[in-house]
C-alpha cells in the first residue's frame, strides 16, 4: 500500500475522502469518468462525480424500483460488469444528454465493517472500443480490496461527519438553553402567577414584584420584558442595594462631564440605555430616600436629569421592580415614600416561596440536574426516592437559589450515579428525622453535632465542602477510615482533601 493511499485513509472530511477516493480509482484503472453512489431510503444517491460530465451527475437520484447498474451492485453485494448498449441494468436516462457516454463499466459494491452494503462506486470506461479498463481477474480481486478498505474509511467519514454535525447542533441547542432563562412549575399558586404576568405583559404599567429572596423575581421581570412590545429593545437590570447612594444615582441617571471629581466625560445612566426597552430595579426597598424622588419624575413625567446636567432628557422605559421586603411596614417607618409605592404597584405580582409550592420541587431539581451536569460535563445524576422524599419535605429558606446550589454541591459530592438520602446534608436531612439513616443508631440525630448552617445559598464551595466533611467525620467519631468511606472515595484521597482544606481536631491539623 503506497504512503498516499495510508494519507487517504487518515481523511475524515467526507467531500475530500469522495474525491481521492474516486480520483485514485480512476487513476490506478486510467479511465475519466467515475461516481460514488449510497442507498438513501428509496432511492440510490450520488455523492461524488469525476469526468467530463461530473457536474450533471452528481446529486442525481435514482428511483430504487427502476433497473440500475448501482441498484443491483448494492442489492447483490458483488463487483459487476456491464457494457452499456446490451446491458438491460443501464439506466440511459441518466446519460441521455450527455456528449461522450458510457461503454463499459465496472461497479464495485461499498462494505461497512460489518459487510453490510451501504452504496457501490463506478469506474466507467468511455472510449467505443472498451479497451481503458484492466479486466484481468486477479488485478480486480486486488483492486477490489482496496475498494473494501477504502469504502470503511469513507463510511467511517460519513459517520463521523454526521455524528460531528449533531455534536454542533446539540452544542447550539445548549448554548441557547444556558442564555434563556427558564421558569419551572406547574403548581396552582405558581400558575396563578404566571397568568398575571401573561396579562401584565401585554400593558405599558409598571409592574412591582414582590416574594422571598430566591424566588425568581429577575426571571419573572425579564418573562415580562420578552413577552411584551419592548422585547426587541434593551432589557437592563441595576440591584439597588449593590452600590453605595452616590453611585447608584450616577448609574441610574448618568452625569455630565465636570459633575464631580473623577467625572472627566458624560456618561449615560441606565434609563436612558434603555429608551424604549425595560429597566428592572432590584431590591427597590434598599433605595435611598434621596433617590426615590429622582425616580419618581420617571415615573410621573418620563423624564432624567443627569447629575451637573443644567436641562433634562425625555425617556421612554417601563420599569419593573422588585423587593423581598414589606414595603407598606416601611412606608409607615417614614423610609419609603409612599406616592413612589403607588406608581411603582400599578400591577402586583406575589411569588410564592418554595415552601409553598413543593409540588414544583421534583421539576425544579430535574431541570437543575440536567443544567448543571451539562456544564459540568458530567453524566447525569438521578435521586433516590427517599433523597427526594427528604428534599420536597425540606423548608427551603432560600428558596430555589438555594436549590439550585444544592444540586450543584449534590452532583460533585456524591460518588455514584444515583444520589442518595446519606448523600443530602444534614441540616435538610434533620427536618426529616424519620428518613434519616443516621437516626436508627441514634449516633448523630443532633442539630448541635454538625456546623451547617440553615441556608447554603450564600456559601463558596470550599465552605460547601468542608462542612461536608467535617459532618462526615463527626457522624464517624473523627474515623477517618470510616468517614471516607461514607463520602464514597478511598482514605487517602479524603485525607488530602482534609488537609487541602485544613480541617482540624483538637486544634491539631490532620496528617
Known sequence: MTQS????????????????????????????????????????????????????????????????????????????????????????????????????????????????????????????????LNLDQKYLEQLQNLVDICSIALSNALLYNTEKQKILSLQTELNQVKSKNTIIGQSTSFQQCMDLVKSYADTEFHVLITGESGTGKELVAEKLHQSSTRKNKPFLVQNCSAIPETLLESELFGY???AFTGATRDKMGLFEAADGGTVFLDEIGDMPMSIQASLLRVLQQNEIKPLGATEVKHVD??????????????????????????????????????????????????????????????MEKKLSTEAMQSLVSYAWPGNIRELENLIRYLIVTAPDEYIELINIPLHVREQNPDLDPFSVSGTANSKDSNNFISNISSMTWPQLEKEYVISLLKKNNWNITWAAKSSGVNRSTFASRMRKLKIKRFHQEIE
Open 5 to 132: 493511499n495510508l494519507e487517504l485513509f487518515k481523511e475524515l472530511n467526507p467531500g475530500t475522502l469522495q474525491k481521492k477516493f474516486l480520483n485514485s480509482l480512476l487513476k490506478i484503472q486510467n479511465v475519466q469518468r467515475g461516481s460514488i453512489w449510497i442507498k438513501q431510503k428509496d432511492t440510490y444517491l450520488c455523492i461524488e462525480a469525476a469526468g467530463a460530465e461530473e457536474d450533471q451527475i452528481k446529486g442525481v437520484a435514482l428511483d430504487i424500483q427502476h433497473p440500475s447498474i448501482v441498484g443491483w451492485t448494492i442489492e447483490n453485494k458483488k463487483m459487476t460488469m456491464a457494457e452499456t448498449k446490451s446491458d438491460r441494468r443501464h439506466y440511459k436516462e441518466v446519460e441521455e444528454k450527455f456528449a461522450v457516454k458510457s461503454s463499459l463499466i465496472l461497479c464495485f459494491p461499498l462494505f461497512l465493517s460489518d459487510k453490510k452494503v451501504y452504496g457501490a462506486v463506478q469506474i466507467i470506461d468511455t472510449t467505443p472500443n472498451k479497451t481503458r
Open 317 to 378: 422605559v417601563r420599569i419593573v421592580t422588585a423587593t423581598n421586603k414589606d414595603i407598606k411596614q416601611m412606608i409607615a417607618e417614614n423610609s419609603f415614600r409612599q406616592d413612589l409605592f403607588y406608581r411603582l404597584s400599578v400591577l402586583p405580582v406575589h411569588m410564592p416561596p418554595l415552601k409553598e409550592r413543593r409540588e414544583d420541587i421534583p421539576l425544579l431539581i430535574k431541570h437543575f440536574l440536567e443544567k448543571e451536569s451539562v456544564q459540568a460535563n458530567t
Open 256 to 258: 455630565k462631564k465636570g
